[in-house]
C-alpha cells in the first residue's frame, strides 16, 4: 500500500472539490462505455499488429547494450530514428553532451590451477582492456588491525588478482529458503550472513579506504587484477557497475565461480586463474537523446510527452531496464502515427541518454528547452520493467486527480482495473526521467509495473537480456500510453500545475520542499 500524506489545510480547503470530481469521475465511467472509434483502433492495432517482439530483437539481440559512450548507444540512438522515418515519423538525435568512449571486448576468465574450469565472469564497464592473458594467483583482502597494517601488507598484493568481496554463505536466494528450509536452518543461515556482511563492511572499513578507493589503491600497489561478486540475491544474478581501476582490469565473477575461488584461496590450495579482458577507448564521443514527434494539428505547441531512458548498464543487454519501457513509447507512437496522425497537441517521444548516471539526458532537455517545458500537458515515463502498469501516483500535483481520472475512464476495462492511483501523491526527486520534468514543474508521471522480481533479477544485471521480457504485459503497456496520450491531447483543457502542501518532515520539522531542477552532467567519465 502506497500511503499518501495530506496537509490539514488541504483536507479542509478540497474536501467539497473531491467529492464533487468524484460524482464526475463516476459520470465519466459511465461515458467511457460509449464506443470511441480512436480507442477501439488503438486497442486493435495494438493487438493484432504489434511490432514489440520485432523491435525487441533487433535493439536486445541485434545492438545489445547502451552504456553511454559506447558505439552501442549511439548504434541504437541511429536505429530508433530509422524507425521512426519508416513509419512516416520525424524523428532526429539531439546532441546533449560528451562522454568517454569506450567499447567492451571479448573476455575469457579460467581457473587453471588447482583445475581447470572454465569461470562465469564479466569485465566491469570501463575496466581497462588487456593486451594479452594474465596468469596469477589469488589473493583475499584481509582483515587487518587498521589502515597502517593495511600499508604494510599492500606490497603483498604485487602480480596477484586481489578478491574484495565476501564469500556469500549461501547462493540461494530467501525464498527458495523459505520454500524447502527450515524455519530454524533459514534463520541461522540470515544471521550468519549478516555477521559475515558487517564483519566484511568492517573490513573494508579498517582499510582505511572505501568500495571505490580500494580498487585504486590495489592498483597502485601492483596488483593483476581486481576480482569482486556483487550478488543481486537471485541464482546465478549479479549486479554489473563500473570499473575504477585505470590500467588493471576488474572482473565481477558470478558467487558460484567466486565461491569456489575464495574457500580455496583461503584454505591454501593457492588457486590460478587466468584473465584476458579485451576493451577499447575511443576519446570523447558526443552523446545524445533520440527524440521523435507528431506535430499538433491545433496546438503544436503544447506537448503530450512519452518519455523512457535509452541508455543501460552492459551486464546484460538492457532489456528490462530500459528496453521494456524504449519499446512501450515507440510502440505507442507507431500505433498513434496510424490511427491519430492528426493530434490536436504535438507528441514527442523522448529516448534519453545517461539516465544511470544521473538522469542526465533528460535533464538537459528539461535545461536547454524551456519553451517546450512551459508548455508540457503531461509527461508519462516507464522504467521499471517488463511488467504490465499497476501504478500510478498524482506526483504532488493538486489537480492530477482530475485528468488522469478522466483520460483513464477510456482505458479499456481489463488494463484500467488493475492500475492502482493515488493522489495527490510526493513529487518524486530522482529514480527515473519524470523526476526531470516534476522538478521543473511539469506534470510529469510515472507508469509504475508489476516487479517480475525486477530488483533481484533484472535491474542492472548480466541476466537483463530479451528472454525476461514478458510482451503481453508490454503491448497492455504500450496500449495504455497511447490511449493516455490521445486522451492528453485531445484534452479541451490545459493541465493544472498547483502543488500539493507537502507535509511536514518529522525529522527536521520543517516543511518538505518541492524538488529543484539539477544540472546534467554534459561531460562525463573522463576524471
Request: hydrophobic fraction near 35%; charge should be positive; aromatic fraction near 10%.
Amino acid at each position: 500500500m502506497k500511503l499518501t500524506f495530506y496537509s490539514p489545510g488541504f483536507a479542509v480547503k478540497h474536501t467539497a472539490k473531491l467529492l464533487f470530481t468524484g460524482a464526475m469521475l463516476c459520470s465519466s465511467i459511465g461515458y467511457a462505455q460509449i464506443k470511441d472509434p480512436i480507442v477501439d483502433n488503438i486497442v486493435k492495432e495494438g493487438t493484432q499488429n504489434s511490432q514489440l517482439e520485432k523491435l525487441g530483437h533487433e535493439l536486445f539481440d541485434g545492438i545489445g547494450p547502451r552504456l553511454v559512450g559506447t558505439p552501442q548507444m549511439l548504434q541504437a540512438n541511429n536505429w530508433a530514428v530509422a524507425k521512426y522515418k519508416s513509419w512516416g515519423i520525424d524523428a532526429r538525435n539531439e546532441k546533449w553532451g560528451e562522454w568517454r568512449g569506450w567499447e567492451r571486448g571479448i573476455s575469457h576468465i579460467d581457473m587453471v590451477s588447482p583445475r581447470v574450469k572454465s569461470l562465469e565472469g564479466t569485465q566491469l564497464a570501463w575496466s581497462p582492456g588487456m593486451k594479452k592473458a594474465v596468469i596469477a594467483e589469488l589473493v583475499i583482502l584481509p582483515d587487518l588491525a587498521d589502515s597502517i597494517a593495511f600499508k604494510q601488507w599492500l606490497p603483498a598484493v604485487k602480480g596477484k588478482f586481489v578478491m574484495i568481496s565476501m564469500s556469500q554463505p549461501t547462493g540461494r536466494p530467501d525464498y527458495n529458503w523459505t520454500e524447502f528450509g527450515t524455519k530454524e536452518s533459514f534463520e541461522k543461515m540470515k544471521a550468519a550472513r549478516t555477521a559475515q556482511t558487517d564483519a566484511w563492511r568492517s573490513r573494508i572499513a579498517k582499510t582505511g579506504l572505501n568500495n571505490r578507493t580500494l580498487p585504486v589503491a590495489l592498483e597502485k600497489a601492483g596488483a593483476a587484477g581486481i576480482i569482486t561478486n556483487n550478488w543481486s540475491a537471485g541464482f546465478g544474478v549479479d549486479k554489473i557497475f563500473s570499473a575504477y581501476t585505470k590500467k588493471i582490469p576488474t572482473v565481477d565473477i558470478a558467487l558460484e565461480d567466486y565461491g569456489a575461488l575464495y574457500r580455496l584461496t583461503e584454505s591454501g590450495d593457492k588457486p590460478k586463474i587466468s584473465v584476458f579482458t579485451q576493451s577499447k577507448e575511443n576519446g570523447v564521443v558526443p552523446t545524445f537523446n533520440t527524440i521523435a514527434e507528431i506535430k499538433g494539428s491545433e496546438k503544436p505547441d503544447e506537448y503530450v510527452i512519452l518519455s523512457a531512458h535509452f541508455d543501460s548498464w552492459d551486464g546484460g543487454t538492457g532489456a528490462t531496464d530500459n528496453g521494456t519501457g524504449t519499446l512501450t513509447m515507440m510502440e505507442a507512437l507507431r500505433i498513434l502515427k496510424k490511427v491519430y496522425p492528426n493530434p490536436k497537441r504535438t507528441i514527442l517521444v523522448g529516448h534519453w541518454g545517461s539516465e544511470e548516471q544521473g538522469l542526465n539526458g533528460s535533464r538537459a532537455f528539461v535545461e536547454d528547452h524551456p519553451e517546450i517545458v512551459k508548455n508540457i500537458q503531461v509527461v508519462f515515463n516507464q522504467d521499471n520493467g517488463t511488467g504490465r502498469v499497476v501504478n500510478l501516483a498524482g506526483q504532488g500535483f493538486l489537480n492530477a486527480y482530475d485528468y488522469l481520472g478522466r483520460w483513464l475512464t477510456k482505458v479499456p476495462d481489463s488494463i484500467r482495473t488493475q492500475i492502482q492511483t493515488s493522489f495527490p501523491g510526493s513529487p518524486g526527486g530522482g529514480g527515473s526521467d519524470f523526476a526531470s520534468f516534476v522538478a521543473a514543474g511539469a506534470p510529469a508521471f510515472s507508469l509504475s509495473s508489476l516487479n517480475w522480481s525486477y530488483g533481484t533479477y533484472t535491474w542492472h544485471t548480466n541476466r537483463d537480456t530479451y528472454d525476461k521480457v514478458v510482451f503481453d504485459d508490454v503491448r497492455s503497456n504500450a496500449i495504455l500510453t497511447a490511449i493516455l496520450a490521445y486522451m492528453a491531447s485531445e484534452d479541451p483543457t490545459k493541465t493544472s500545475r498547483d502543488k500539493s502542501v507537502l507535509p511536514t518532515n518529522p525529522k527536521t520539522g520543517e516543511q518538505t520542499k518541492w524538488p529543484e531542477p539539477v544540472k546534467p552532467t554534459r561531460r562525463g567519465g573522463l576524471d
